[in-house]
């Protein structure tokens, strides 16, 4: 079972990086139009966009994944300010839009992932970048494997390994308790969403366990495998659900040299 962030690559190598998913506005035959969105923070307004085909028409069919057509997710270029929403499909212009607003200015990317209609398609995700107008500081990042989120304690273990599988362990806490009621969102109990730092690209990422039934709950953990292609690194965002409200965790992860060594200092201070 696939969350967000699988890319088309091979067995990555540090040496000869395979193409990874999310890096560009075109793949496969399709393109992800310039989208239209408010252009200053604190702006309320509407977040549009199409999928063109290879002639240039808007595509208006689609496979569903993890339960929707198309999933829509931004981040700032410093990995804040993540968002991950799904926006709704104008059948007779292939437009889709959401309701929006920036909390704050600064270069975000927009994603578009998306499984094109046919038997046997896979996962496409297409990106492009949006101004919005205003001062801010860019936020450095530091290495975090727990965070708290609305309540809950949620932790990260084990370790990336570039150009191998790795197996990522997430639990959830709630006032030093375990939580046992976690809930399937978009078909499975939680979202990974990777993304190497400076370029953003996704990794291959994906849920372990058989796909979750309406009703089932699980917890407190959590188990994904990624694959890192590089010594980066690395922005995870998990989306989980309890009592039907959806909470979002992010974590900072270096991932290790195939050989086991750490990334360099430049990536383990934030710089």
């Known amino acids: 079972m696939n969350t967000h962030g699988e890319g088309h690559g091979g067995a990555a190598q540090e040496t000869a990086e395979p193409a990874l998913n999310g890096v560009s506005a075109s793949a496969d035959g399709f393109v992800l139009s310039p989208v239209q969105a408010p252009t200053a923070a604190g702006e309320d307004g509407k977040l549009s966009f199409q999928i063109l085909d290879e002639s240039g028409e808007a595509v208006t069919e689609y496979t569903t994944a993890h339960e929707k057509d198309l999933h829509l997710i931004a981040v700032r270029t410093d990995g804040t300010g993540f968002q991950h929403v799904h926006p709704e499909l104008d059948t007779s212009t292939g437009t889709w839009s959401v309701p929006w607003t920036w909390d704050e200015a600064g270069t975000y990317r927009v994603y578009a992932d998306f499984t094109p209609a046919g038997e046997g398609a896979e996962g496409i995700t297409l990106t492009r970048a949006v101004e919005v107008a205003g001062d801010f500081t860019p936020v450095e990042t530091e290495a975090q494997i727990t965070d708290e989120v609305d309540g809950y304690t949620v932790s990260l273990n ?18 030093g308790e375990p939580v046992t009621t976690l809930e399937p969102y978009l078909g499975a109990f939680g979202h990974l969403v990777a993304l190497r730092e400076g370029d953003l690209a996704y990794l291959h990422v994906h849920a372990e366990g058989d796909e979750p039934q309406a009703g089932d709950t699980a917890g407190p953990e959590i188990g994904f495998a990624a694959e890192a292609p590089t010594a980066d ?38 710089h």
Not at 236 to 264: M, N, R
């Open 158 to 175: 084990g370790d990336l390994t570039a150009g191998t599988s790795s197996e990522l362990t997430i639990s959830v806490e709630r006032d």
């Open 233 to 270: 690194r690395y922005l995870l965002y998990l989306d989980f659900q309890v009592d039907g409200q959806v909470h979002t965790a992010e974590f900072v992860i270096d991932a290790k040299h195939g050989d086991g060594s750490q990334t360099d200092d430049s990536h383990t201070d934030g």
